[in-house]
């Protein structure tokens, strides 16, 4: 009798677990951004800006809430399950294989916020990034369609996107060295004092994260 119990809890377990994993509906659930002009500094090894100082106003994170298709919010989503792709071109946007993590598991509501470093490389100037959740994109109501793209830039010193910052980036970093914004040189993804000039403060940045990789 009591080894019934046993499996009987362990079936109703595996169902609720199963139920529970394939529950997220992308277009219940909602993702978005705590300030205007977020711009964060990223790197493969996951030591570079974290997105609580993305607007330098301190405090800052991107926040999601995860529903069901009845609109209900889902508790206890793992803090891992989550993943940011570039709108424009997901090439432009190399996460690592474990990239970040959210700040806590979802509240009662379906709700937390990701305001941690983020490991990987690339660019992203324009177009924003769209949030998945347990491998589903947050898309837009009423169509469902169209992925939320949140309006967030990640520049890296893995400029090239490689999961490493290597000599190709270095070349790419010296191209762009002593330009200033307007010049044909200029390149805004190495320009990580975010002061429209690429000099020497931005080469401290790179020299410190220099042959880093994802781990
Ligand atoms: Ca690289
Ligand atoms: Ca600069």
């Given at each position: 009798?009591?080894?019934?119990?046993?499996?009987?809890?362990?079936?109703?377990l595996v169902?609720a677990?199963?139920?529970?994993?394939?529950?997220?509906?992308?277009?219940?659930?909602?993702?978005?951004?705590s300030?205007v002009?977020?711009r964060?500094?990223?790197?493969?090894a996951g030591?570079?800006?974290?997105?609580?100082?993305?607007?330098?106003?301190?405090?800052d994170?991107?926040?999601?809430?995860?529903?069901?298709?009845?609109g209900?919010g889902?508790?206890n989503?793992?803090?891992?399950d989550?993943w940011?792709?570039s709108?424009d071109?997901p090439?432009?946007?190399?996460l690592?294989?474990a990239p970040?993590?959210?700040?806590?598991l979802?509240?009662e509501?379906?709700?937390?916020?990701i305001?941690g470093?983020?490991?990987?490389?690339?660019c992203?100037?324009?177009?924003?990034?769209?949030?998945?959740?347990q491998g589903?994109?947050?898309?837009d109501?009423?169509?469902?369609?169209?992925e939320t793209?949140?309006?967030v830039q990640?520049?890296?010193?893995?400029r090239?996107?490689s999961?490493?910052v290597?000599?190709s980036?270095f070349g790419?970093f010296?191209?762009a060295?002593?330009?200033?914004l307007?010049?044909?040189?200029?390149d805004?993804?190495?320009d990580?004092?975010?002061?429209q000039v690429v000099?020497?403060?931005?080469?401290?940045?790179f020299g410190e994260?220099y042959?880093?990789?994802?781990f």
């Amino acid at each position: 009798m009591f080894k019934g119990k046993v499996i009987l809890f362990s079936l109703l377990l595996v169902f609720a677990t199963s139920l529970y994993a394939g529950d997220v509906d992308p277009c219940q659930s909602e993702f978005g951004v705590s300030c205007v002009g977020m711009r964060v500094s990223i790197c493969p090894a996951g030591d570079f800006e974290p997105i609580y100082d993305g607007c330098d106003t301190g405090g800052d994170f991107l926040w999601l809430i995860a529903r069901d298709g009845d609109g209900n919010g889902i508790q206890n989503v793992p803090w891992t399950d989550y993943w940011l792709t570039s709108c424009d071109d997901p090439a432009d946007l190399l996460l690592c294989s474990a990239p970040f993590g959210a700040d806590l598991l979802t509240d009662e509501d379906g709700y937390t916020e990701i305001s941690g470093r983020i490991a990987g490389g690339g660019c992203v100037l324009t177009g924003g990034v769209y949030l998945s959740i347990q491998g589903k994109a947050v898309v837009d109501m009423p169509e469902c369609l169209v992925e939320t793209c949140v309006d967030v830039q990640f520049i890296s010193p893995d400029r090239l996107a490689s999961y490493k910052v290597d000599l190709s980036d270095f070349g790419a970093f010296g191209d762009a060295y002593n330009s200033v914004l307007g010049d044909p040189e200029y390149d805004d993804c190495v320009d990580f004092t975010g002061d429209q000039v690429v000099n020497l403060s931005d080469f401290g940045f790179f020299g410190e994260h220099y042959e880093h990789e994802c781990f």
